[in-house]
């Protein structure tokens, strides 16, 4: 299951991974950009692969924020989908790229690392020196007030005021993904989703949907430590969602190296000194 995920790499070149890692060596300062595809070996989907992205398997439209909150059937649609996929989330463990950027933040070469994943897997491997740019599905915020709690602790409470809601959708030993679950209208409107125990607000996952902003001083301190490091490298992303290129075109307007790991296109490709279209681990092992 682990590998379901993964898309098929280039042939593998051993004096281009040399290569790489060599030139690579030279940052004394790195910064290094993750998204989707540095998860897909924990099997996490990731959005555009081919073959295997959600976005290029199925007719899934992510949910933004604005019809979020003035749509209760949205909500429920939002709550209903996230309740059956939760399982595979929770139970995702960090993969040997989680471990080895860990291990990385010991070295006085690794400045930081920014990632625009929401799974909460580096810091669950045990990075410290990371920023969380969309934030973290493990935890859900109150809309109106200060008040988080895990992910889990609300799931047991949808499980509590939805009795007997997986058992009708989820076949035993299966734990669906995005692009898998097909539920009935009326279903989804049926759902019943607890409100903040604060103030009765509207609970939402501690993550930055789509048409809502990413909190001020994440993003500054992310372009400043673009401009802290010496050279940027960036895993298993396609850099389509302008949050995570900015950093590459900030660190390219500042001349510094750009090095991409990915299998498949990226926006950088045109920009960046070395590329190499290999799964991630078969680089970061030899690094």
Request: aromatic share 10%; net charge positive.
């Amino acid at each position: 299951m682990a590998q379901k995920f993964v898309p098929r790499s280039a042939d593998r070149c051993e004096k281009s991974v040399t290569k790489f890692i060599s030139m690579l060596g030279s940052v004394e300062k790195l910064l290094i950009v993750s998204g989707a595809g540095i998860s897909t070996e924990s099997g996490i989907q990731d959005y555009r692969s081919k073959d295997v992205g959600l976005y290029t398997t199925t007719t899934h439209k992510p949910i933004y924020y604005q019809d979020f909150m003035k749509s209760k059937s949205c909500r429920q649609r939002y709550w209903s989908h996230s309740f059956l996929k939760w399982p595979r989330l929770y139970h995702a463990a960090p993969n040997i790229n989680h471990h080895l950027l860990a291990e990385w933040e010991t070295s006085d070469r690794f400045l930081w690392l920014i990632t625009q994943n929401v799974d909460g897997l580096h810091v669950k491997a045990g990075s410290k020196k990371v920023t969380e740019l969309h934030g973290n599905a493990r935890y859900v915020k109150c809309t109106d007030c200060d008040y988080t709690e895990s992910r889990q602790t609300f799931q047991e409470k949808l499980d509590r005021v939805n009795p007997g809601f997986a058992d009708q959708f989820v076949i035993p030993g299966y734990i669906p993904t995005d692009g898998n679950i097909h539920l009935p209208l009326e279903t989804e409107k049926n759902f019943n989703i607890p409100g903040c125990p604060c103030c009765g607000g509207i609970m939402l996952t501690a993550v930055t949907l789509f048409g809502d902003k990413i909190p001020n001083y994440k993003l500054e301190h992310s372009q400043q430590k673009v401009k802290e490091c010496d050279g940027i490298l960036t895993l298993g992303t396609s850099l389509e969602v302008y949050s995570g290129y900015q950093y590459v075109l900030q660190a390219n307007q500042q001349k510094k190296p750009i090095f991409i790991v990915n299998i498949g296109s990226t926006r950088a490709d045109g920009i960046a000194t070395m590329k190499l279209d290999y799964k991630i681990s078969d680089v970061l092992r030899e690094m």
